[in-house]
Each structure stands twice: as structure tokens, then as C-alpha cells.
């Protein structure tokens, strides 16, 4: 055994990470953190408090699940709230909150449709119900002819260029005649329609019915989330149905759209800070959100700010520095990320959020 004398102390050379071994000490030079290697494969902080820490704001959101609290000054305690209503248990929610209540959380969905200008050329019936935030009812357009009923209806919004991530689509299209001929077709199908900026294109078929012979009617419908993450002016759908009657007898075709929804902006959360809860030199935080829904490749970001200061978006769970602010933080405001790939409506979603100063 080798006996290491430093009564006068010992002073390691900041660096970056060296080969992992068991045993191996390093004081890091990018998180100025002294980080050892126990079991042989990665570093960890050397006294660690991050797992105490992140169970400290999730046992605090619990409480404020059940009741009200009572936080302490002087940089004694984190703050939090829990979202058992609309505002908050502390009332803090609100200003540029735009993510969905949802019971007891809130979710990563947004829905602006309702404030965006309706397109509208065909006329559908009812085009409101397409936008209400009720997937019960729907906006309609339905034509016929007694030999051939050809149509593709448009229904959608447009409003100024901005990025749209998540859609949520409902819509349904049938195909119909009145005889049984040999000679007698029906189609449907159901594209995306994209104003990128410079006018309408056919971003996407969501989906193809199926082709109807001798009085067998086509139909298909489409029901899910479309990850579109992209600048846009415009969205809507474009509804084809095609039905041919040899016999003259009636073609008939049906375009319903039940839930056409999505917004603009990323879902926030925005929280008032009560006045004295941050220290006004404030530069390092941890925040934690107790999360309700979760899949691969969602986020979860957080940033303060005051009338003329903004800490930047931060990363959860984890201790995180910014330039230090010179008055105290006044907003909390926390972005729910959807993942870029086949999102879950409204995933993730949180049932509060914890920020500790560090």
C-alpha cells in the first residue's frame, strides 16, 4: 500500500475525461466537478447530491398533489407547482401557457386552430366542427351525380409562416352507387395539403381506400398524430372520392372531417416566480418535472427569466450554470419537447415542475 501524504493539500490540473478505469480521479474542467470512476466504465461526481436532489423536487410536487405548502426564504428551499387545475396549486400558471390541461397535468400539444383563418373553397357543411376540440362532430361535404360523382374538398387553415410540429388528423371519406353493374368503380383517399410559403402541394398521402367494383363501395378513414415539425402558412386536408354508376343509377361521395387541431408554438408552461424565492445573482439551477407520460425521443427543457434577463433553455434533471443574473427571476417557464417521430398526442406530459437554486 502507498501512503499519501499531503497535509498542505493536493491539486488537480483541471482536464477532459481520461480512459475509464476503476479508481480513476479527475477533476473535470468543463462541469469543474471532481469525478471518479468506481465501477470501471464511466465517471460520476465525487459526493454526488444530483439523485438527492431530483427526489427532493418530486417528493415536493407530491405534496402540492395533495395540499398547499409553505416554501421557505433565504435560499433555503426549491420552488414548485403542481398542476391540479388550470392555474396551478399556487396559482403561478399562466401568461404565454399555451400546453394542454389535461385533468391533473400538462401535455405536449398545443391547439391555435380556432385563432388561424379557415380555408374553405368547397363549402363544407358545418366547417366549424372540424376545429372545436370535440372528436364527436364533424365538418361535411357530400355530392352526387347519377352516373359520375368526381371531387377533391379542401378544408384547413392558414395564418402567418411559423413552425407547426404535431397535427392531430380525424378524417373519414366513402364511396358509393346504387347499382351493382360490372362497369361501376368507386375510389377514396385522404392527402395533407402544405403551404410551405409559396402555396399549396401535396405534402403526404395519409391514406388510400380501398377500390370498389360492381356496386362495392370504397371507403378509408385516418386517425393519428402527424409529426409535420416543419415552417409553414398553411395546412389542410384534400379529400378524394370518385364513384361511377354505369347504369345511371346514383354516385354518391362523402368527405368528413372530425378533428383537424395543432398550433404554432412549442408547449410552455408559464409560471410567475413569488418575489424573494431566487437570490438576484442566481446563476446555477436544477430543474424536475414529475412526468406523467413519457416515449423515446421526448425532451423536457426549462429557462428563467426577468424584464430584461433570460437564463436560456436548460436541460432537467441535472445541475445546469448560465450568466448570472443581476435581479431576481420573475418567470419559470417549461417546454414540453414531442419526439420527431410518430409522437403520442400529448406525450410527454408532467404533473408539475421543481427549480432549486444551486
Same mark, same amino acid.
Not at 356496386?215 to 402558412?233: E, K, M, R, T, W
Given at each position: 500500500?502507498?501512503?499519501?501524504?499531503?497535509?498542505?493539500?493536493?491539486?488537480?490540473?483541471?482536464?477532459?475525461?481520461?480512459?475509464?478505469?476503476?479508481?480513476?480521479?479527475?477533476?473535470?474542467?468543463?462541469?469543474?466537478?471532481?469525478?471518479?470512476?468506481?465501477?470501471?466504465?464511466?465517471?460520476?461526481?465525487?459526493?454526488?447530491?444530483?439523485?438527492?436532489?431530483?427526489?427532493?423536487?418530486?417528493?415536493?410536487?407530491?405534496?402540492?398533489?395533495?395540499?398547499?405548502?409553505?416554501?421557505?426564504?433565504?435560499?433555503?428551499?426549491?420552488?414548485?407547482?403542481?398542476?391540479?387545475?388550470?392555474?396551478?396549486?399556487?396559482?403561478?400558471?399562466?401568461?404565454?401557457?399555451?400546453?394542454?390541461?389535461?385533468?391533473?397535468?400538462?401535455?405536449?400539444?398545443?391547439?391555435?386552430?380556432?385563432?388561424?383563418?379557415?380555408?374553405?373553397?368547397?363549402?363544407?357543411?358545418?366547417?366549424?366542427?372540424?376545429?372545436?376540440?370535440?372528436?364527436?362532430?364533424?365538418?361535411?361535404?357530400?355530392?352526387?351525380?347519377?352516373?359520375?360523382?368526381? /371531387? %377533391?374538398? *379542401?378544408? $384547413?387553415?392558414?395564418? &402567418?409562416? #411559423?413552425?407547426?410540429? =404535431?397535427?392531430?388528423?380525424? @378524417?373519414?371519406?366513402?364511396?358509393?352507387?346504387?347499382?351493382?353493374?360490372?362497369?361501376?368503380?368507386?375510389?377514396?383517399?385522404?392527402?395533407?395539403?402544405?403551404?410551405?410559403?409559396?402555396?399549396?402541394?401535396?405534402? /403526404? %398521402?395519409? *391514406?388510400? $381506400?380501398?377500390?370498389? &367494383?360492381? #356496386?362495392?363501395?370504397? =371507403?378509408?378513414?385516418?386517425? @393519428?398524430?402527424?409529426?409535420?415539425?416543419?415552417?409553414?402558412?398553411?395546412?389542410?386536408?384534400?379529400?378524394?372520392?370518385?364513384?361511377?354508376?354505369?347504369?345511371?343509377?346514383?354516385?354518391?361521395?362523402?368527405?368528413?372531417? %372530425?378533428?383537424?387541431?395543432?398550433?404554432?408554438?412549442?408547449?410552455?408552461?408559464?409560471?410567475?416566480?413569488?418575489?424573494?424565492?431566487?437570490?438576484?445573482?442566481?446563476?446555477?439551477?436544477?430543474?424536475?418535472?414529475?412526468?406523467?407520460?413519457?416515449?423515446?425521443?421526448?425532451?423536457?427543457?426549462?429557462?428563467?427569466?426577468?424584464?430584461?434577463?433570460?437564463?436560456?433553455?436548460?436541460?432537467?434533471?441535472?445541475?445546469?450554470?448560465?450568466?448570472?443574473?443581476?435581479?431576481?427571476?420573475?418567470?419559470?417557464?417549461?417546454?414540453?419537447?414531442?419526439?420527431?417521430?410518430?409522437?403520442?398526442?400529448?406525450?410527454?406530459?408532467?404533473?408539475?415542475?421543481?427549480?432549486?437554486?444551486?
Amino acid at each position: 500500500m502507498v501512503e499519501l501524504n499531503a497535509s498542505k493539500g493536493v491539486k488537480l490540473t483541471p482536464s477532459t475525461a481520461p480512459v475509464a478505469s476503476a479508481g480513476t480521479m479527475y477533476f473535470d474542467n468543463s462541469s469543474t466537478k471532481l469525478k471518479i470512476c468506481e465501477n470501471g466504465t464511466s465517471f460520476t461526481n465525487v459526493g454526488d447530491s444530483t439523485p438527492a436532489l431530483i427526489q427532493s423536487g418530486l417528493n415536493l410536487i407530491r405534496s402540492l398533489q395533495d395540499r398547499a405548502i409553505v416554501f421557505s426564504k433565504g435560499n433555503l428551499d426549491g420552488w414548485g407547482e403542481a398542476y391540479i387545475d388550470i392555474d396551478g396549486r399556487n396559482d403561478s400558471v399562466g401568461g404565454t401557457t399555451n400546453a394542454t390541461f389535461s385533468i391533473n397535468k400538462r401535455t405536449a400539444f398545443t391547439n391555435d386552430t380556432n385563432s388561424y383563418t379557415t380555408y374553405d373553397p368547397n363549402s363544407f357543411t358545418n366547417p366549424t366542427y372540424a376545429f372545436d376540440n370535440n372528436d364527436s362532430t364533424y365538418a361535411q361535404k357530400s355530392g352526387s351525380n347519377a352516373q359520375n360523382y368526381t /371531387a %377533391t374538398v *379542401v378544408l $384547413g387553415k392558414t395564418f &402567418t409562416l #411559423g413552425m407547426v410540429g =404535431s397535427i392531430k388528423i380525424i @378524417a373519414s371519406a366513402s364511396a358509393t352507387t346504387n347499382s351493382s353493374w360490372g362497369g361501376n368503380q368507386t375510389d377514396t383517399n385522404i392527402h395533407l395539403y402544405v403551404d410551405y410559403g409559396a402555396g399549396w402541394v401535396d405534402a /403526404a %398521402t395519409l *391514406v388510400v $381506400g380501398n377500390h370498389g &367494383t360492381a #356496386g362495392a363501395p370504397s =371507403s378509408c378513414s385516418y386517425s @393519428a398524430i402527424y409529426a409535420l415539425n416543419a415552417n409553414v402558412q398553411g395546412i389542410a386536408l384534400a379529400i378524394y372520392t370518385m364513384a361511377y354508376d354505369s347504369a345511371n343509377a346514383g354516385a354518391t361521395g362523402n368527405a368528413y372531417v %372530425t378533428t383537424l387541431e395543432f398550433g404554432k408554438s412549442a408547449p410552455i408552461i408559464e409560471h410567475a416566480i413569488p418575489s424573494g424565492t431566487f437570490t438576484s445573482t442566481i446563476k446555477k439551477t436544477i430543474g424536475v418535472p414529475l412526468i406523467a407520460d413519457w416515449e423515446a425521443g421526448a425532451n423536457i427543457q426549462y429557462k428563467l427569466q426577468n424584464a430584461t434577463e433570460d437564463s436560456g433553455w436548460l436541460d432537467y434533471a441535472s445541475e445546469k450554470g448560465f450568466t448570472a443574473f443581476t435581479s431576481q427571476p420573475t418567470k419559470l417557464i417549461v417546454k414540453l419537447i414531442p419526439t420527431g417521430t410518430s409522437p403520442t398526442l400529448g406525450y410527454p406530459s408532467i404533473y408539475g415542475f421543481y427549480i432549486r437554486e444551486m
